[in-house]
């Protein structure tokens, strides 16, 4: 029986995994990410994630391994440099798993992993065009079109971070301004609310959401003011792909009404045009599981979801 | 010899041609497209104009017909509702010229056939991943992404004109706001001239073009409004679908630098993640043949550029 060992680097958690051929988790260990850690402490540290998950699923042969990993990186050779790690840099996290492991690597952006999982085995079923999203620390995203993932020239495709939200608005630290990363994203919706003289808890997202829930009207405002800029996004989005559906999942998709009604209010001004009226965005269904099952697509469904 | 007949249906002229198994045009004609004409007038008109194409040919037999029209439309079906030809409503032009014709007849929207021919033939041979778009009386486009057309779930991908370049903008005729057709497109582009005082002409992007060459300032800054607001269109487009290549046609492209250094000062300013940096916009280079040479290749390239 065919067994993938699976990977999901990013800067909060380092999540392992096996699967067997039908893409169902046998197995699954998380370890937060070294703070501060250098390169070789990373590596150790996923390495040591790595065992766990092959214990737990009795140490069977490793035929292939599939792995997320946070961007931006050297693609598909997998040279990665998370943003949100500082000791990785050019760190060649594909070539290394191979060594260690014996066996082929396919290596992609964790945003397009969660949306190939959403497509393979979650809310996007069925759906031949669809966008999978994540709003967390950063905005990032993978497109299914025509049934396959379309990762574009350089396996950057389906990046809706950088989609011009706000001409005017906020420098972007990818150097563009207004950017709907720029605005949406977890730490920017937290600095935006304290600029704006909410103190009701940690400055992060979650304790403003939380502060949201209780009716803190500056943390409504913040979360409102994240929710109409995705609602923008991805009217342009969709009109532009003709997508049937989009998938939100991360951290900040967790506010639930307080992020999608304000999205939906905003794509309902903005999606004129006829085939993009009708709402079609809906909540990721897979959770954190999702960067583990679309690293293991990549090598499971190779067919639609890998073509290096 | 395979011989096929092509056709190009816009508010201002019906172009028709007749195009060898090699995709070169062997006949070419062009005629007004009836002003304020019923549906059975225009439908008069083209036959007439297909008729003088099959002519200079030498009256070929036609194995099949490949068909760019104006949208919106019913895709694949074929029925057709040209904004700028009120006449049409919902026309079933595929269904006619097989009745006429006697051949299997495959149409697409127009901008789509311009962005395949350039794909095909134009602009943009060897880039796997490009956007070719218009900018006239209205802002369309089509999408090369992975070698082949994408053109979505109901045959709209690639519409760029309604992704939104300005949040607060005004209202577009689709319904939506701030959409780039509604800030871009010729009309547009005269009538916020003619708001800020020019009169130097008729009130045509036409006019309006040539008034800027003379330095008049009011026609400049409407183009590099215009110029823009494509910029921050294609900064958002290159991003998400992480493009080799843009080729920009239609009326307006004629403007040259007026246009393009405006567009290339605002891709600068928003496209700031390392992918989509460099700048990545030319002319078309086909002119007014591209629509035919597009409709051509839905027959002849089918394998790239149909699926339905």
């Known amino acids: 029986m065919q067994r993938v060992l699976v990977v999901d680097v990013g800067g909060t958690k380092l999540a392992t995994g096996v699967v067997d051929h039908a893409g169902h988790l046998i197995s699954e260990h998380r370890t937060p990410t070294p703070h501060d850690g250098d390169a070789e402490a990373i590596w150790s540290a996923l390495v040591a994630g790595i065992e766990r998950a092959l ?25 990665v440099s998370p943003l949100t790690m500082t000791g990785w840099r050019d760190f ?40 999978g999203m ?21 396996g950057n495709g389906g990046h809706i971070g950088h989609v011009v939200v706000e001409p005017d608005g906020p420098q972007c630290r990818c150097g563009g301004r ?18 704006h003289g909410w103190n009701d808890g ?12 209780t009716g803190n009207e500056i943390a409504v405002a913040a979360l409102t003011r994240a929710g109409r800029a995705v609602g923008l996004a991805l009217a342009s989005t969709v009109a532009l792909l003709d997508l049937e ?12 009404e307080l992020l999608f009604g304000p999205l939906a209010e905003a794509y309902a001004e903005h999606a004129g045009v006829h085939y993009a009226r009708a709402p079609r965005a809906i909540p990721a269904a897979l959770g954190q599981q ?4 679309g690293a293991a697509a990549l090598v499971l469904r190779g067919d ?5």
Not at 99 to 125: F, K, P
Not at 188 to 194: G, P
Not at 245 to 256: D, E, F, K, P, Y
């Open 245 to 256: 559906l989009v998938c939100i999942g991360g951290g900040l998709a967790q506010a639930g």
């Open 134 to 154: 994540v709003v967390s620390t950063g905005v990032g995203g993978g497109l299914i079109l025509g049934g396959a993932l379309h990762d574009g020239a350089t």
């Open 202 to 213: 940690e400055p992060t997202a979650a304790a403003v959401t939380a502060s949201a829930r």
């Open 290 to 293: 999702a960067g583990l099952i």
């Open 55 to 79: 214990d737990g699923a009795g140490r069977p042969p490793v035929e292939a391994m599939g792995v997320g990993c946070g961007g931006p990186m050297q693609w598909p050779e997998g040279r």
């Open 178 to 195: 207004g950017c709907l990363e720029a605005v949406a994203r977890g730490p920017a919706v937290a600095a935006w609310a304290v600029e």
């Open 92 to 131: 060649p996290l594909r070539d290394r798993l191979q060594e260690r492991y014996g066996a082929e690597v396919r290596l992609h952006n964790d945003a397009i992993c969660v949306a190939i999982a959403e497509h393979w085995q979650g809310a996007g079923q069925e759906h031949a065009n669809m966008l």
């Open 304 to 308: 639609r979801y890998w073509h290096a």
